[in-house]
């Protein structure tokens, strides 16, 4: 077991080393980004507030993510099913929205997602849609920004960042896991759960959440205090019967430099929409509750979207205590590191290493019984997982916004005999807006 080990670190040493002296080459032919350059948005600002005006507008935005995915899993990482190799055309995201304002005080926002993904998991079960964010922003208060409805928790900044500027196809394991309250004990296809399993958080809640940005100069801070319901995107009744999930999340940023700090607590609530009888009737479950304390930490040097050298740095961890399955409590953490470099004005390389770890923590699987496929909740005391992820990312940027991704991610399970599983992954992502109502 030491000599796979020790293999695969050495890989890991020697890609890093690369990446490196990439980073060097292009810091020493003084490309480094301004101190003085504009900070990056806040996501709270882009997601939640429009440009003033007197008069009602409305923009049809959106983002078509057509692609192609191959997976070498072995059976050992994919609960209840032998998979050796899986390769499908599909869609990432196909993501239509509508945002406007309402005179100069009410700003909306709606998103809807209609492929079968993480963020919509029961899509390829019951076949419709599922409702992102949809939330109203008032905006009567000097200095404070307040949304209602359903809306993007900004926990941390890569489950925060909009899908056509993300500069990788694949969220890193903490993200799919921890942000998105998965905690998969044995996650397969490289780092995520397995087939069918799906995110019932998302990202999304229901609340209410206070928030601003202010900038000047290269000088930026920006904040969030939110409560929630702790249902997700699912939208499950809690058992708790009112809302019981706290959020706050600070930013500041200097020219290229940017840390941010997420902190939520609360109980949240595990459950998804299931397929119930013959003609796949939609049924809502109970949802089954937990206490949850989980923070991140991102560093940020440069910006991933226009600068030719950029480094992102980010830590998530959560403790689950009163776990329906499995007694104790369970902790998850982890981190990655990403560097990127642009050697070209519409070309951009990024090499990603991401780490995931969990000790007894209340895992979501999947369950092949019968004759749909429905996630269901499976724990086992003292179960652990430990996983590391190299990925390596070309982006073409094309012009209007297009950008075309290739993505390797080789992930290698520390704790178990399975052997390392490698995906490669094909993304082209199109973006979209049309002025409705100037």
């Known amino acids: 077991m030491k000599r796979p080990l020790q293999k695969r670190s050495m890989w890991a040493c020697a890609v890093g080393a690369g990446a490196m002296l990439g980073v ?12 003085t350059e504009k900070p990056m948005a806040p996501w709270t600002m882009v997601y939640g507030t429009e440009k003033p005006e007197q008069h009602p507008t409305m923009l049809l935005f959106g983002v078509v993510q057509p692609g192609y995915s191959y997976i070498q899993a072995n059976s050992g990482n994919v609960p209840d099913a032998t998979v050796k190799g899986n390769a499908e055309f599909k869609f990432y995201r196909v993501r239509p929205g509508v945002r406007g304002s309402i005179g100069p005080n009410i700003d909306y926002y709606f998103l809807a997602e209609f492929a079968n993904n993480p963020a919509d998991p029961n899509n390829g079960i019951i076949g419709h849609a599922h409702v992102l964010d949809a939330s109203v922003t008032l905006n009567y208060i000097p200095g404070v920004h307040v949304q209602i409805g359903q809306m993007l ?116 609530v595990i459950g998804p929409y299931v397929a119930g009888g013959i003609d796949r009737t939609p049924m809502a479950i109970p949802g089954m509750s937990y206490q949850q304390q989980k923070y991140a930490i991102d560093l940020r040097y440069g910006n991933y979207m226009t600068d030719p050298l950029w480094l992102w740095y980010e830590y998530q961890h959560a403790k689950n205590t009163q776990q329906p399955g499995v007694a104790g409590s369970g902790t998850a953490r982890g981190w990655f590191a990403a560097a990127g470099v642009r050697p070209l004005t519409d070309v951009m390389a990024v090499f990603r290493y991401s780490t995931y770890n969990t000790e007894n923590m209340e895992p979501v699987a999947v369950s092949t019984a019968g004759p749909v496929l429905a996630p269901h909740y499976a724990g086992a005391a003292g179960v652990t997982t430990s996983l590391d992820q190299e990925s390596l990312i070309g982006v073409y940027l094309a012009n209007r916004g297009v950008r075309y991704y290739l993505e390797w991610d080789r992930t290698s399970y520390n704790n178990s005999g399975a052997p390392t599983d490698n995906a490669v992954s094909v993304m082209v992502s199109l973006p979209f807006g049309a002025r409705l109502i100037h």
């Open 153 to 268: 928790v900004p926990f941390a900044e890569e489950g925060l960042t909009a899908a056509p500027v993300l500069p990788w196809i694949n969220y890193s394991p903490i993200t799919y896991n921890i942000d998105y309250n998965e905690f998969a004990s044995t996650p397969a296809y490289n780092g995520i759960a397995g087939p069918g399993s799906g995110l019932f958080n998302a990202g999304g809640e229901l609340g209410i959440m206070a928030f601003n940005g202010i900038s000047h100069g290269p000088l930026s801070f920006n904040y969030a205090v939110g409560l929630f319901n702790g249902t997700g995107v699912s939208e499950l009744q809690s058992s708790m019967g009112h809302p019981d999930d706290a959020l706050v999340h600070l930013g500041a940023d200097y020219g290229p430099l940017g840390v941010a700090l997420g902190y939520e607590n609360g109980r949240q």
């Open 24 to 35: 060097s080459a292009v810091a020493t032919a003084g490309l480094l980004p301004s101190m």
